[in-house]
Each structure stands twice: as C-alpha cells, then as structure tokens.
C-alpha cells in the first residue's frame, strides 16, 4: 500500500483517493483535485488533536476549546517539538493539556483548580501559555 509519510503521522493514499472520489461525487466541477485533498491532509496532520479521554475530560470538565486556545497549543507543541520534547504539560488559563508531542495528540486534560491538587508525571517539559 503506498503511503505518504508526515512528521506525525501516514497517511494513506488509498484513503485520501476514497475521499477524493466521494467528494467528487458530491461536488462534481467544483475544482477540489485529489491535490487539494492531499495539501488539507498534510497540512492537518501538523495541528494538535485530542485523544477520545482528553476530549471526554474537556466536556466534563467545562473547558472551553477556542481557535484562540487551539493556535496556542499548536504554538506550544511546536516550540516543545523543537526543544526535543516528547510529553509535555502545556499550562494556560484554560488549564493544563498534558501533550504527547510524537504523536501531536492531548492525551489529559484539567482545569486551573484541579492542578492544584495534582502531580503531574511521566512528562519532560513544560510550557506556560
């Protein structure tokens, strides 16, 4: 299977000419080529997503997930990936986003209050917002 390797993640060929075809299916003359699927592919497989736990803590815990929020943490890992990070807690108002930087995934999440009664281990850096 032919695959396009990025810096955290494959993505497959196969896949994004499945998208493509469904796509355009539904939009047909609309001028989105499998190239514009690929360049969104690439281009979001540098953005930081959340894991199914870190997105259930944010919904329980009442966290608000801005773009405003998103570009910050997508700054921080990025400024982490640099300094040879790996797991890092990226602190701000919102709370603390525990980060696994290979993968660009937040794996926990937790309010302002709750990293007061917290350790936080098994991480190497840590970013203040």
Do not use: Y
């Not at 060929?13 to 499945?18: A, D, P, V």
């Not at 990025?78 to 701000?92: M, N, T």
């Amino acid at each position: 299977m032919e695959r396009i390797r990025t810096t955290s993640q494959t993505v497959s060929i196969q896949q994004l000419r499945l998208e493509h075809e469904q796509h355009a299916a539904g939009t047909a003359g609309s001028g989105n080529g499998f190239g514009a699927l690929l360049k969104n592919a690439l281009e979001d497989s540098g953005k930081v997503r959340f894991s199914k736990h870190a997105a259930a803590r944010v919904e329980q815990r009442g966290i608000e997930v801005t773009d405003s929020l998103l570009n910050d943490l997508n700054q921080a890992v990025g400024k982490a990936r640099e300094k040879g990070a790996k797991d890092v807690v990226v602190i701000g108002q919102q709370g603390a986003f525990i980060v696994n930087i290979p993968n660009n995934v937040v794996v926990t999440t937790m309010t302002s209050q709750e990293m007061k009664q917290n350790i936080f281990t098994n991480i190497d850096s840590a970013v203040l917002l």
